[in-house]
Every structure is written in structure tokens, then in C-alpha cells.
């Protein structure tokens, strides 16, 4: 139990140094730290099909695919141009109410019953497998169309560029 | 395996609420004051992380599986909008030679 307030303190922290650091490179690096506490979460809730996803897409191709791009355009050094405090001050207000909204709605359910896996192999690979091929067979088809659009996407918006440049 | 089931036994629900909304917040901290396009979409995937730990965690409670499949599919829409993102950004940085966020202003018009 108490892992997972140890983890969530984890998450929270490099989350915040995420946004707040000026080199974008490290940024990238503690989003990575971050999305891999958001594994561990994954593996203590037992959804150990979901924990090796994350491992694998997120930190494994679309952190890397953010480095890619930090390293290719030579921002690996802190160019950015600050905003004035005022508009800060003022993301941060709007941040704090948006989170003092949800915390005040939570204040009105009692404490809620906790978590407990009724079903503790819910979250396998077998388990998902069998939902993802029979009741979600069209997403999952239809979700393999979108994936070939945003590649074809990706390649059109790259390269007609530098045919022209 | 036996105590890695234990070990999340008692975690009230609440807690898994509260924990994700401060994420969401920090996403959208990092949207509102950063100029950077690129850590702007770093903080977009926060978002996205934070409704897929909740919709887990919703899941497992209520024992449905069907709530673990809708992250498998926010997962493969997020890589998409990645690369599409990414796509964009190298080409406005062609034309531009910057990722400040005031760059696009031009598409006005």
C-alpha cells in the first residue's frame, strides 16, 4: 500500500521538473523517468499487459521519436524565449483551479471502498486478448487504418518539403 | 505475484483520483506557460498518461476488461498523433527556424 504513495510522490516530482526545467533535452529525460513510475502503477494495479505496452511505446518509440527531433533541429540547448511572468502567474491560477475543482467535487463522495482485484488476471495478455478479438474486433481493425493514415501523413509532411528546399 | 496483488489491496480509489487530476493539472501548467511547441506536446502525453492510469484504475475496481482495451487504443492513437505532431513541427521549423509557440501566429492569415 504504502508503495504506491512512495511511487505516486515519484511521479509527481519528475512530472513537475518536466515542466519546469529550461533544457528541453532534459525534459525529455524526465518525462521518461516519469512514464516509467506510470509502469510501475500499470504493474502494481496488475495490468501487466498494459505496464509492457507503456514500456515499450511510450518510453521505448515515442520518447525516443521526441529525442529524435530535439537532436535533429539542434534545440539541445536552452533558445526558449520566456514568456512574462504575468502569463506564468497566470497558467499557474488556472492550473490550480482546474485541480481545486476536481479535489472539491471529490470532498462530496465518501471515502470510497478500496481497490481490490476482485479478478486478479484481468489484466493479462490471454484475458485482453480474448475482449480485444471478439467483443472489440472492428476498433482494433479500424485503429490499424488510422496508424497507416498517420504514417503516410508523417512521411507526405516530411519529405514534400525538402523536395522543394 | 501473490504480493504484488496484495501490495495495491487498500489503496482507496479517492487516492487514484486525486493523483491523476494533479497530473492532468501539471499537463496543463506545462501547456499554458511553456512557449516550446515540442515540450507542449511532452506535456499533452502527460495528459494522456494520467486518463490512462484513472481508466485502469477504474477498471481493475470494477473488474471489466473492457476499460484496460480503451487505453490499449488511446495508446495507438497517441503514437499516431505523435508522429503526425512531430511531422508538423520539423516542417514549421523549416520554415521558420524556431519552435516558439508565437511563430505560428502567422497562420492568421
Redesign the interface.
Known amino acids: 500500500?504504502s508503495?504506491?504513495?512512495f511511487v505516486?510522490f515519484l511521479?509527481?516530482f519528475f512530472?513537475?521538473m518536466?515542466?519546469f526545467t529550461k533544457n528541453?533535452v532534459h525534459?525529455?529525460l524526465y518525462?521518461v523517468i516519469?512514464?516509467f513510475t506510470?509502469t510501475i502503477?500499470?504493474?502494481?494495479?496488475?495490468?501487466q499487459?498494459?505496464a509492457v505496452?507503456?514500456f515499450i511505446?511510450?518510453m521505448g518509440?515515442?520518447m525516443v521519436?521526441?529525442l529524435f527531433?530535439?537532436m535533429?533541429?539542434n534545440?539541445n540547448k536552452d533558445t526558449?524565449?520566456?514568456?512574462s511572468n504575468l502569463?506564468?502567474f497566470?497558467?499557474?491560477v488556472?492550473?490550480?483551479c482546474?485541480?481545486l475543482t476536481?479535489?472539491g467535487s471529490?470532498r462530496l463522495?465518501e471515502?470510497?471502498?478500496?481497490?481490490?482485484?476482485?479478478?486478479?488476471d484481468?489484466?493479462l495478455v490471454g484475458?485482453?486478448g480474448k475482449?480485444?478479438f471478439s467483443?472489440?474486433l472492428l476498433?482494433f481493425e479500424i485503429?490499424s487504418i488510422?496508424?497507416l493514415?498517420?504514417?503516410v501523413?508523417?512521411?507526405l509532411?516530411?519529405k514534400n518539403?525538402s523536395k522543394k528546399? | 505475484m501473490e504480493t504484488i496483488v496484495q501490495n495495491i489491496q487498500g489503496v482507496p480509489l479517492n487516492h487514484y483520483i486525486l493523483f491523476c487530476s494533479i497530473i492532468f493539472t501539471i499537463g496543463v501548467i506545462g501547456v499554458l506557460t511553456r512557449r516550446n511547441v515540442i515540450i507542449i506536446m511532452m506535456s499533452v502525453e502527460l495528459m494522456l498518461n494520467a486518463v490512462n492510469l484513472l481508466l485502469t484504475a477504474f477498471s481493475a475496481h470494477s473488474g471489466d476488461p473492457a476499460g484496460q482495451v480503451f487505453v490499449f487504443f488511446i495508446m495507438a492513437l497517441a503514437a499516431a498523433e505523435v508522429a503526425v505532431g512531430l511531422a508538423i513541427i520539423v516542417m514549421v521549423y523549416r520554415n521558420t527556424r524556431s519552435v516558439d509557440i508565437n511563430a505560428l501566429n502567422r497562420l492568421r492569415g
Request: hydrophobic letters at 65%.
Open positions: 500500500m508503495v504506491f504513495y505516486a511521479s509527481i512530472a513537475l518536466t515542466i528541453p525534459s525529455v518525462l516519469t512514464f506510470f502503477h500499470y504493474i502494481l494495479l496488475n495490468a499487459f498494459l505496452v507503456n511505446v511510450y518509440a515515442i521519436l521526441f527531433v530535439l535533429l533541429l534545440l526558449e524565449p520566456l514568456k502569463v506564468k497566470m497558467g499557474v488556472a492550473g490550480a482546474l485541480l476536481v479535489a471529490l463522495m471515502v470510497s471502498n478500496p481497490i481490490v482485484l476482485k479478478n486478479p484481468i489484466g484475458s485482453l475482449v480485444l467483443d472489440f476498433p485503429s488510422l496508424l493514415t498517420a504514417m501523413g508523417a512521411v509532411l516530411a518539403e528546399a
